[in-house]
């Protein structure tokens, strides 16, 4: 299994087989007010007090409405971080990064630590994807692939309340990420009046239902998950026999044994199901031809 980068969401990582992979792309996707940037600072301070280091880019607020935001939480510890140099906040207009003399890239390279594992922050990456020509969007699957390569990315991106307004540059990040959460905020004041869904996860089980969420003061977004959605996602080692038993008959097949082997282990360190896997276990069994 890849390394795991903790999300700093109570409640979240549990969903999402222990949080986002290492060197990923994971995309907030939300209206106005959802908590996304609450997301990404809580994202960033929870690897800074673990000695991750931290590049938070913003294409909307100053760094010092940011401290504010913070301070107003209850993240004290955000101007701790920024004297030590552990945490670096650049303020941008996402208008600029359209002409060829500002590269997004170029910033973020001169600007990541060495050394350590950067948790990346793009705040929103908005601008950039819906107002770039039809030409130059191919640009964006390049930001990703060198993102990948300095860190572990968290990236918002604003949902616009018309669909018909929405540019098709708009939809090309979530197509590129590896990770999409979807916040919504109904304004209703009930249970699930906020929501987060977790719409895809490469490599990952995952959770799939509509998780209730709260934005709590000192704590920032708290996921309000049961403990049947948390199994629903854990695996289970119930069926171990089971399994076992179907791996020692795999090998018995010359031709494939030990990679049809590999693929069952996967399946039962992967399992999370409350039913036995023995109907798919026969069904593995008769088109390999297993006696």
């Not at 607020?61 to 939480?73: N, Y």
């Not at 601008?127 to 640009?139: I, P, Q, T």
């Amino acid at each position: 299994m890849s390394e795991r980068i903790t999300s700093g969401i109570y409640g979240l990582d549990e969903l999402m087989g222990g949080g986002f992979r290492k060197n990923t792309i994971n995309i907030i996707n939300g209206g106005i007010g959802v908590g996304k940037t609450t997301f990404c600072l809580q994202y960033a301070l929870f690897g800074l007090n673990r000695e991750d280091k931290a590049l938070f880019i913003s294409l909307e607020m100053s760094k010092e409405q940011i401290i504010r935001d913070c301070i107003a939480l209850g993240f004290l510890e955000i101007e701790e971080h920024i004297e030590n140099g552990n945490l670096k906040i650049l303020h941008i207009y996402g208008e600029d990064l359209t002409f060829p003399s500002i590269s997004l890239i170029d910033m973020i390279k001169k600007n990541i630590f060495q050394g350590s594992h950067n948790r990346i922050i793009i705040d929103p990456f908005t601008y950039y994807s819906m107002f770039l020509e039809k030409d130059k969007r191919k640009s964006i699957s390049t930001i990703f692939q060198n993102l990948r390569e300095f860190g572990t990315t968290i990236i918002t991106l604003e949902e616009s309340e018309n669909i018909n307004s929405v540019k098709a540059g708009s939809m090309m990040p979530l197509y590129l990420a590896d990770t999409v959460l979807r916040l919504d905020n109904l304004g209703f004041g009930e249970m699930f009046d906020r929501t987060l869904r977790i719409v895809k996860h490469r490599g990952s089980k995952h959770g799939s239902s509509l998780y209730p969420y709260k934005i709590e003061s000192g704590l920032g977004i708290v996921i309000l998950a049961s403990e049947h959605d948390i199994s629903n996602v854990t695996p289970t080692n119930k069926f171990d026999k089971e399994f076992i038993a179907s791996i020692k008959e795999s090998r018995t097949n010359d031709k494939v044994g030990e990679k049809l082997a590999k693929r069952i282990e996967l399946l039962r360190n992967n399992w999370n199901h409350i039913e036995s896997p023995e109907y798919i276990l026969n069904l593995v069994k008769r088109k390999e031809k297993i006696q």
